[in-house]
């Protein structure tokens, strides 16, 4: 059974903090990813890590404030959100992956999410 189950999502106020945690269970994966969606947008790319090629990717639009990490003993990923902003609103999602990740495509399983609110 393979399985991706995010937490550490919540309520937190603008230039706040927050880390997320993708526990990947069932199978190994070369890429493990983060995607967010927002009411009424599209789903769009975060950030990733990859085993394979030992490297993280971070999108533009949050480069600088979140960062991906892994620990591989506990087979978890995680997404270290700093100084968020209102528009960090969105659920975030934990991707699982047999290639490179930098959008949805070649995702192969998703976790149901985890809501992460900022306040202004």
């Known amino acids: 059974q393979v399985q991706l189950e995010e937490s550490g999502g919540g309520l937190v106020q603008a230039g706040g903090s927050l880390r997320l945690s993708c526990a990947a269970s069932?199978?190994?994966?070369?890429?493990v990813g983060w995607f967010r969606q927002a009411p009424g947008k599209e789903r769009e790319f975060v950030g990733a890590i990859s085993w394979g090629f030992f490297g993280t990717y971070i999108a533009d639009s949050v480069k600088g404030r979140f960062t991906v990490s892994r620990d591989n003993a506990k087979n978890t990923v995680y997404l270290q959100m700093n100084t968020l902003k209102p528009e960090d609103t969105a659920v975030y999602y934990c991707a699982g992956s047999r290639s490179v990740l930098r959008s949805s495509d070649g995702v192969e399983y998703w976790g149901k999410g985890t809501l992460v609110t900022v306040s202004s």
């Open positions: 069932g199978r190994t994966f070369v890429s």
